[in-house]
């Protein structure tokens, strides 16, 4: 075990503060009681005076307790109204408090390792109690036992209640390590009351926490706690002169068992073994095809029968040469002569409706045969005859010239048949906001008609300068060059206020402004005069008047005794910084501060006395290269579109599939389903021929046959697209509706992101199928497309019984035994493990996982030298919470090798009853190390009943060789 692992660590008791002190119970007494000394000290005539008085102090009990927190509590096993409870199990309720069982128990501990609680679990079926009636005055509420109860059997031996509770600590920690794993971090440990009886199958039981003690079971009836013989009287123990059927109850849950068989028992009856050979096809007579269609001719010894496949097949690498060959011969049964008679004349026949339609002849049309994926491979005829063509034998042509793969895609059109209801409801749904769309779009359409008229007679037909004037509105919202045209204006000699109505509306023509320039043309000429620089925009900025210089500087500090050799040596390059760092001469009058002072003017004098104007120099603006951008932003053809597109939510799938991108959209909907399902549905057998050849426990690997499976999505397709026409849906009939035939529920989250769902689709879109591709090779999870993987089958109660178990395929790897040989063992490498793909249920116990693996990968190589030693699938109890029980095995099983294989036939406990611990003492056949600590018979202890009872998860691990023929 490494120390990464998870431990548990099991006590038989604790108990803390004064109650420790407890030693024994005075007869008679109802409380247990100690012994304290107060020492009492004081002064007195003669001095200092101490005293010591012995008093006996009652401690709090069972009779002192009429209900329980039920914050207390933090778990019970099974959860209230939990059906199928594994009947081997034993119920318990867990508690925050470590010491809580032993609280209040009016006793010392019979030996250092058993000390028993003041609380007990019992479950009682329902003949075997009622409520009570009469609640009035009593604390809690109580049951009254029938005459099915048989206490003996019922409740745990009062003398044995030690054995049933014990405390949990989550770590590995000796009992004397105990108060400082608790100090580092109190919620590593709590405690446990377990109910010990031998449960039965498929009965409804209530589980009552019932007071262990007589005090305890009269304080919630509201009796005189006093009738009590003693503290530690049992409430139920044998040699009482009246056995109560009254029992109050601090808390209570309900639950109901189911078969007998838990998961360990299960797992064990699934056996291992090669699927037989005929599972995955059945015979299909092509003699008398019907519908003027010729026989099938085929190669002698297959019968006048072609094997009609499912989903699924045997593994064909897994298979012997003999049964190789005859799998071959019946797929090949076209190869000699290709194309066979029967192909051609089912092309014949599938090409009358174009034939027809080409010609137009008089009389009735002509109903053919369904053309599959003729809209998606926009075609319209097969031609099987012209060899020299590699479309000739493509997917199209054996999909539709194969009578096996006809029948695949014929039963996806019955599938949309029958369910074409709800499909069709599905997909308005999804097309709603679509239809939505499209109306916003036509309307955009409308406008766009609209404004390019208006845009081409009064704003693409003007001169670059009026252009340029008129779209002055929207210049800081068109970009040109990087920036916004208003920014080029800003950086030109054309200043922005030509661009302004005010402007415009002074120097319209015939204006007095105008004529006084001599002017007669608009403010065009003017804007283009300035930008040609013939006319400045405005004067450059004289000095101002008053203005100093340097010299007059210099002449004025001569009334502060500045030395005029730093003055003249000042100059226009030069700083305030510079000029603050010149200090008058020491002579100067003030101190400090006037020191400062002077620094500080002689910077201002400097700054307004140097004032300069600077015109900052711009270049002409390119006016064409503006009203282009302004022009080109304003088109009908591009703003219209842009803005539509922005302000319509179209759905991710749907804009993933537009290629017009300003037109009403032909959407398709999309159904993420496992198409699978309604496949089985109409009969398990077309999904899988033969299913019934599995075994009942059985586990078994079969391959995913992907011809069938993409025949079969094609008919799907086609049938919804001929679906669609006829209800007037807004699409074409190329749109890939179905795509996935598997369930990757498992595996993909409700929240997953489109390219999360896009990566575990089955097959691509079907439009995009090459057309020089074959039927089987769009295995969308396969970088080649023609890969079959590998899928384990499971058939028994396991997964139906926990269907949160866990699956997994885990690679193998050759270890050399110490008496020489090799084995297969799991790889505990990262990156060995792989999680199932997808999934299939059919019928209420066979269960298909697929995985990302061959059937050669999988099996690997026999030879240890070789190095592949294929993969493990494994089949794993999921963790969770501790669980407590027993095996069931039937008769007189042999002594148990480990604790983990202890049955109930081993105690002898009669199902219904109690254990009796007295009963029996059992011993292991050849202990190991861990199962050496712990023992069962006169001297073991709760602790060590807690390790013996503790059921491991369980882990099985199957290598597929043992799977494969």
């Keep these: 075990m490494s120390a990464e692992d998870p431990t548990y660590s099991f006590l038989s008791w604790l108990r803390t503060g004064i109650a420790n002190s407890i030693t024994s119970v005075a007869p008679g007494a109802t409380r247990a009681t100690i012994a304290v000394d107060l020492t009492a000290t004081g002064t007195g005539p003669a001095g200092p005076v101490q005293q010591t008085i012995p008093r006996s102090v009652g401690l709090y009990g069972p009779g002192d307790i009429v209900g329980i927190d039920k914050k207390a509590i933090i778990k019970v096993e099974p959860r209230h109204w939990t059906v199928g409870f594994e009947p081997n199990y034993l119920p318990y309720v867990e508690f925050y408090d470590e010491d809580f069982p032993w609280r209040y128990t009016p006793a010392a501990p019979a030996s250092p390792e058993r000390l028993s609680p003041w609380l007990a679990l019992v479950a009682l079926t329902e003949d075997e109690f009622q409520d009570g009636k009469n609640m009035q005055g009593r604390p809690l509420p109580f049951i009254e036992l029938t005459a099915a109860a048989d206490l003996s059997k019922v409740f745990p031996p009062a003398a044995q209640l030690w054995a049933w509770a014990h405390v949990h600590v989550n770590e590995d920690v000796p009992e004397a390590s105990l108060e400082a794993a608790l100090e580092a971090n109190p919620d590593r440990a709590y405690s446990r009351i377990l109910c010990p009886r031998r449960l039965e199958p498929d009965t409804t039981y209530h589980a009552f926490l019932v007071p262990a003690f007589e005090t305890g079971r009269r304080a919630g009836l509201g009796l005189d706690v006093g009738g009590a013989t003693s503290a530690t009287q049992s409430a139920w123990a044998p040699g009482r002169s009246e056995v109560p059927n009254h029992y109050p109850y601090y808390h209570r849950f309900r639950f109901r068992t189911g078969a007998l068989g838990d998961f360990e028992q299960l797992v064990k009856l699934l056996q291992p073994q090669p699927v037989d050979k005929r599972v995955g096809v059945r015979d299909m007579d092509v003699n008398h095809p019907g519908s003027g269609l010729p026989a099938i001719d085929l190669p002698e010894g297959l019968a006048g029968v072609l094997k009609l496949g499912g989903a699924l097949r045997v593994p064909l690498d897994s298979l012997g040469g003999d049964d190789q060959d005859e799998v071959l011969a019946y797929d090949l049964w076209d190869e000699n002569p290709y194309p066979h008679p029967f192909q051609q004349a089912m092309a014949a026949r599938l090409n009358l409706a174009d034939e027809y339609q080409e010609q137009a002849p008089a009389g009735d049309p002509v109903v053919t045969s369904p053309l599959y994926g003729r809209w998606h491979a926009l075609t319209r005829r097969v031609e099987p005859d012209n060899t020299s063509d590699p479309t000739s034998r493509n997917w199209v ?28 409801t599905a997909a308005w749904e999804q097309v709603g906001e679509v239809i939505a769309a499209n109306n916003q779009l036509r309307l955009a359409q409308v406008a766009q008609s609209v404004s390019t008229c208006l845009y081409d007679k009064h704003i693409a037909s003007l001169a670059t300068t009026d252009a340029f004037l008129l779209t002055a509105p929207v210049h800081r919202r068109v970009l040109s060059a990087g920036v916004t045209v ?20 002074l120097t319209r023509p015939g204006a007095t402004i105008m004529k006084r320039l001599g002017l007669g043309s608009a403010a065009s000429a003017i804007v283009e005069a300035i930008n040609a620089g013939t006319i400045p925009a405005a004067p450059a900025k004289p000095r101002p008047d008053g203005a100093g210089t340097l010299a007059d500087v210099a002449g004025h500090l001569d009334v502060v005794n500045v030395p005029k050799p730093q003055i003249e040596t000042l100059d226009e390059r030069q700083t305030p910084k510079q000029i603050e760092e010149i200090e008058p001469s020491p002579e100067y009058p003030g101190g400090d501060d006037a020191r400062k002072a002077f620094g500080q003017a002689l910077v201002d004098v400097y700054t307004y006395t140097s004032v300069e104007f600077k015109v900052p120099e711009k270049s002409p603006l390119d006016l064409a290269g503006v009203v282009a951008s302004t022009l080109e932003a304003l088109d009908p053809a591009t703003s219209i579109p842009k803005r539509t ?30 198409m699978y399902k309604p496949l089985s549905e109409l009969s398990a057998e077309l999904f899988l021929p033969q299913i019934h050849l599995i075994p009942q426990n059985s586990l078994t690997l079969l391959e995913t046959n992907q011809k069938f499976v993409e025949a079969y999505m094609v008919g799907l397709n086609h049938e919804m697209g001929r679906e669609l026409l006829w209800r007037e849906f807004p699409c074409d009939q190329r749109g890939s509706y179905f795509r996935q035939f598997w369930d990757v529920g ?95 249920k059919v019928d209420p116990d066979i269960y298909f996982l697929g995985f990302d693996l061959t059937a050669a990968d999988a099996a ?22 501790p669980r407590f029980g027993l095996d069931e095995a039937e008769g007189s099983p042999p002594l148990p090798q480990t604790w983990n294989d202890l049955a109930w036939a081993h105690l002898g406990t009669p199902s219904g009853a109690s254990i009796d611990l007295s009963q029996t003492s059992i011993a292991l056949a050849n202990p190991g190390s861990e199962d050496a600590q712990a023992s069962w018979g006169a001297n073991t202890n709760s602790a060590e009943l807690a390790y013996i009872l503790y059921q491991v998860p369980v882990l099985v691990a199957v290598h597929a060789s043992r799977m494969l023929p």
């Excluded at 690997?860 to 969770?880: H, K, N, S, T």
């Design 645 to 674: 597109q922005q302000t319509v939510q179209l759905p991710a799938w749907v804009q993933a599939d537009m290629v017009e991108t300003f037109a009403p959209v032909m959407a398709y909907p999309v159904f993420d389903l496992p």
């Design 746 to 840: 498992s595996v993909l989250p409700d929240s997953a992101e489109e390219a999360e769902r896009e990566a575990l689709r089955d097959i691509p879109k079907i439009h995009q199928w090459s057309k020089l591709s074959e039927l089987g090779e769009h295995n969308h999870r396969e970088a080649g497309g023609d890969a079959a993987q590998i899928v384990l089958v499971v058939r028994g109660e396991l997964l139906k019984r926990y269907p949160t178990a866990v699956l997994y395929a885990q690679k193998a790897v050759w270890h050399q035994k110490p008496g020489g040989g090799y084995e297969r063992r799991l790889d505990p490498s990262p990156g060995a493990v792989r999680v199932p793909l997808f999934e299939a």
């Design 397 to 424: 042509h054996e999909l539709n010239l194969d009578p096996r793969f006809r029948v695949a895609a014929g039963l996806g059109t019955r599938v949309i048949q029958k369910g074409q209801e709800e499909y069709m």
């Design 860 to 881: 690997g190589d026999p030879d240890p030298l070789q190095g592949d030693a294929g993969w493990f699938f494994v089949i794993q109890e999921r963790p969770g919470e």
């Design 486 to 505: 208003h920014k080029r204006v800003a950086d030109s000699v054309v200043p922005s206020a030509v661009t302004s109505a005010q402007f415009r509306r």
